[in-house]
């Protein structure tokens, strides 16, 4: 994918180079430090009192499970969220951003694992999106000065060959990565900020091994005039590219320590290291699966995410899938759902399902929880009522439905999963995350739902909450529910789920069977996925 030529690449930033491992004379002071940074969501805490720092000329590694809590830390440090508690401070100062835009004044810039690039706008403009003021003249922006400046970066960093007037959305994926890193160096220098502080946020995750070498190669000519926080799933990358490694679990900082130090076993033990508690994951409830099938998947794939997926769900059964992100899990519990176009068959009590949508799998009472309520779970201008009905209008192939029996139903789901509100016509909005989600099961059980797809259906609700949804989702399968359950918390998959379903690389690489009396461990299972 990358075209390399002749000669030195980075030639003017070369001087700064070494080799990983090369001693030292002085340890420079932090370029960027936390003390006790919290941030919490009404009762949960996304990131609980984390002190960490990194200096210029040091690759700080950071790991945890999904969910542990390593995009809100980046969040905070890049301006683009905010902390509840404790202290960050860049080159010396505290630092209190409101934007993104304003950490990037300040050397704070992160390559998103999901395309921050505007892909309708032409590579120059991506580069320097949000500081146009530097090239105006006389109020008007000079183009041609902006585009010479994105050509020499492309030169610099051996990419000649992109043209910096194209559409970025010309240019595959793995392409538009490299762009985003290139943006970085690019408004660094712009901005006159001798020493950048770089996040990046799995920045391997879609790349082929030519384009890993290319970027491994590139971090090195680049880490000792900058100080990089690097985040991957991929053990031996992380050991070997970063100079310290910091894990995180359940968003605190359990270890860290030089890589030199650490082995692949040392992390999995420091990411896993905690008790299933079989009371809370209702374990004791779990029931053998009945003998109809209601799911069967064979050959799923969408040629991006994931290829070859085979599944099976039966009466009263939960099947787990497990993966890292950017493994494809997510993207199977969609493309089954019928929101996100795939090849292959899918069954549900033994119908294929020749036009997959959400709106034909709702009829045929398939029922979807998204892992984003607030995005895709709910009508934040609706009440709660409504929110729970229009899960019947679509169910039932209506545009409406009548104000009495909506009411109704609302009012048997609300006593049904006792959903704490103001009364039925009260805004979803005045509810807790916890009850929110509630409202969101309640949609689906009002349909007479028979296969429940649930994805990260506990995520970012507290304790108390997530102990009466898995008991809310006990009964269902009591009732002979099935339910694929695709969740980034290891723990639950275990405690819940009958079989488990391990994704990497977008295909299905191990299925480990969860009997009562017989679960396998976090360990087990993370040495599946990474």
Known sequence: MF???????????????????????????????????????????????????????????????????????????????????????????????????EAATHGVFRVFQELALLPNLSVWENLFIGHEEHFQRFGIIDRRSAIIRAREIMERFDHGWIDVERRVESYPFAVCQMIELFRAFALSELLEQEDPIILLDE???????????????????????????????????????????????????????????????????????????????????????????????????????????????????????????????????????????ATGTVRTRGELLTRRSPRHSARLRVAYVPPERKVDGFFDTMTVSDNIAIGSVVARNRGWVFPRTAQRVARRMIDRIRIKTGGDTASILSLSGGNQQKVVFARCLSTDVKLLILDNPTRGVDAGAKEEIYDLIRDLTDEGVGILLVSDDLLELIGLSNEIVVMKGGRVTARVSAPTDAKPTEQELISRMV
């Open 3 to 101: 075209r390399k030529t002749a000669g030195s690449a980075f030639p003017r930033w070369s001087r700064w180079g070494r080799t990983r491992g090369e001693a030292v004379t002085t340890a420079p002071p932090p370029l960027l430090s936390m003390e006790g940074v919290t941030r919490r969501f009404g009762g949960f805490a996304a990131v609980e009192d984390v002190s960490l720092s990194v200096s210029k000329g040091e690759v700080l590694g950071l790991i945890g499970e999904n969910g542990a809590g390593k995009s809100t830390l980046l969040n905070l440090i890049s301006g683009t969220d905010h902390a509840s508690a404790g202290t960050l401070t860049v080159r010396g100062r505290v630092a209190d951003y409101t934007s993104y835009h």
């Open 203 to 341: 920045p391997t995750a879609a790349l082929d091994h030519d384009e890993v070498e290319y970027l491994r190669s590139m971090i090195e000519t680049i880490r000792d005039r900058s100080a990089i926080i690097f985040v991957s799933h991929r053990l031996a990358e992380l050991l070997e590219w970063s100079d310290r490694v910091a894990v995180l679990k359940d968003g605190r900082l359990v270890g860290q320590g030089d890589a030199d130090s650490l082995s692949e076993e040392s992390l999995h033990y420091l990411m896993v290291g905690r008790e299933r508690d079989q009371v809370f994951y209702r374990e004791g409830r779990q029931r053998e699966p009945g003998p109809t099938e209601l799911l069967r998947v064979e050959g799923l794939g969408d040629g991006e995410s994931f290829e070859g997926v085979d599944l099976r769900v039966r009466e009263g059964e939960i099947v787990g899938i497990a993966g890292v992100l950017g493994s494809g899990k997510s993207e199977v519990g969609r493309a089954v759902f019928g929101d996100r176009p």
